[in-house]
């Protein structure tokens, strides 16, 4: 009695257009299970690979590394597939494939072409197909790509999806969705003031209720450009809810990720930076029993890289405050004198145009013979030098980013600050703050940036 091959079958599909000619996977599956039954093969398991294109990298594709797992277990010694082109169109994968199919005597077929694997020519054939196909892909992917920038640069809509929250579809155009632009634009008020998405996301449920958008929808506000009006170089996109350049702040401030919770915020999440991994510090709570029996909590600040645990300072949280309330002021204002004394010297530099016109004034003058050769070669190297030492200064920094900068840290804004609530104390360090450094010897701050962001 001969052996029952045991099969599995393999089914993919990419594209809608690929639904409609009949190649969606319960079709495929369909397909396939009458033929395995028809040759009298036993169906060890179906594994389907669903809106992936097979000229994407294996590791994407999860169903084909699950069968893969099963065929090095010797599980598998057929795999059905309907055609060439839904199993590989990558050259490399296929042939990192198959030296595993081979390895373990497994083979694969097709029902709807002829493609023979056991045998040399039959290989050779199938690399060829291969080479048609993933040559095909490439020139219908650079045909696909010049369609979709054109549309994006007239502003037209590159998907066939459903628009983002806050947008719909109007002649295959983005145009506000007057249902919602006022959830929207609440969300975007309530954020500019603490600058907190825990918050925002609270303050929506609070007062829209069923209304209010999810979690997830909330948190792409502040991360999809579709907001400030852009899609890649199109900043002319749609009509937008924020600015380029709020959208721009935003980014920059890095917000953690979005959760609802109810504990305070803590002051420094996100601004401060590991110096061994550069991953941003995340708060947490330290309980302390006393000796009365009472429990005392202190605010501190670690490393957020849950992956890759390592030694690191541990930062309490009033320490920080007192350091930038110490330091704020007098770092602004040193930042602002070494600009306008860099500026001032720009100012005052011979411009670079002025040299090389007198560069050209003393070539003219040796091809004519005016002046001899070693007197050129030595006024030539003197405004050569003088032209390189303008090129190494700093370019002229405009005051306008330090604007808001200047207004928030003026006056008495420190006995200001202590009377803000956790909330707007948060708000307060995010909208001003780029980034706090730690240094690695010391583990104490070594310094911060402020957030020069044009509003």
């Not at 694997?117 to 650079?142: K, W, Y």
Request: with cysteine; net charge positive.
């Amino acid at each position: 009695m001969s052996k029952i091959l045991r099969a599995a079958i393999y089914i993919r599909v990419s594209t809608e257009e690929q639904h409609l000619n009949g190649l969606s996977l319960p079709a495929q599956k369909k397909a396939l299970s009458e033929y395995a039954e028809r040759c009298g093969y036993s169906i060890v398991g179906c594994y389907a690979d669903e809106g992936i294109s097979a000229r994407k990298s294996m590791k994407n594709r999860k169903g084909l590394l699950r069968l893969l797992d099963d065929v090095k277990k010797d599980k598998i010694d057929m795999i059905l597939v309907t055609k060439l082109d839904r199993w590989f169109r990558n050259i490399k994968d296929y042939n990192i494939t198959e030296e595993i199919l081979q390895a373990h005597h497994c083979y694969w077929k097709t029902i709807y072409e002829n493609y023979d694997s056991s045998t040399a020519n039959g290989q050779m054939v199938i690399n060829i197909m291969l080479s048609v196909n993933q040559a095909e892909c490439d020139r219908t992917s650079e045909r696909i790509k010049a369609v979709l920038d054109y549309k994006r640069s007239i502003g037209e809509v590159t998907s066939g999806r459903c628009a983002c929250y806050g947008y719909k579809i109007v002649d295959n155009r983005l145009v506000k969705d007057e249902s919602v632009a006022p959830i929207i634009e609440d969300a975007y008020a309530h954020y500019l003031s603490c600058y907190s998405i825990r918050s925002t996301i609270r303050y929506l449920q609070e007062k829209y209720g069923d209304r209010a958008p999810s979690a997830n929808k909330i948190d792409r506000l502040f991360k999809n450009e579709t907001y400030a009006g852009k899609d890649k170089d199109n900043l002319q996109y749609c009509e937008p809810y924020i600015t380029p350049e709020q959208f721009e702040k935003f980014r920059q401030i890095a917000v953690s990720r979005a959760r609802p919770g109810n504990s305070d915020p803590y002051l420094f999440s996100s601004l401060i930076k590991c110096p061994w991994c550069g991953n941003n510090y995340t708060g947490y709570r330290k309980k302390h029993k006393l000796k009365n029996g009472g429990e005392s909590i202190y605010i501190k600040y670690r490393c957020g890289n849950k992956f890759g645990r390592h030694s690191c300072a541990h930062l309490t949280e009033h320490l920080i405050e007192e350091y930038m309330l110490t330091h704020a002021s007098a770092r602004l204002d040193q930042e602002i004198a070494d600009i306008q004394f860099r500026n001032q010297n720009h100012h005052n530099n011979i411009q670079p145009d002025s040299v090389r016109r007198e560069m050209e004034r003393l070539n003219i003058l040796f091809q004519k013979g005016r002046i001899s050769e070693s007197y050129y070669d030595e006024q030539y190297a003197i405004l050569d030098a003088r032209l390189a030492e303008y090129e190494k200064q700093e370019k002229y920094i405009s005051l306008d980013c330090y604007r808001n900068l200047i207004k928030t840290f003026s006056g008495d804004w420190q006995a200001l600050y202590t009377q803000l609530d956790r909330a707007h104390k948060q708000a307060f360090w995010k909208s001003t703050i780029r980034d706090i450094q730690i240094d690695k010897e010391t583990h104490r701050i070594s310094g911060f940036n402020f957030l020069t962001i044009l509003e």
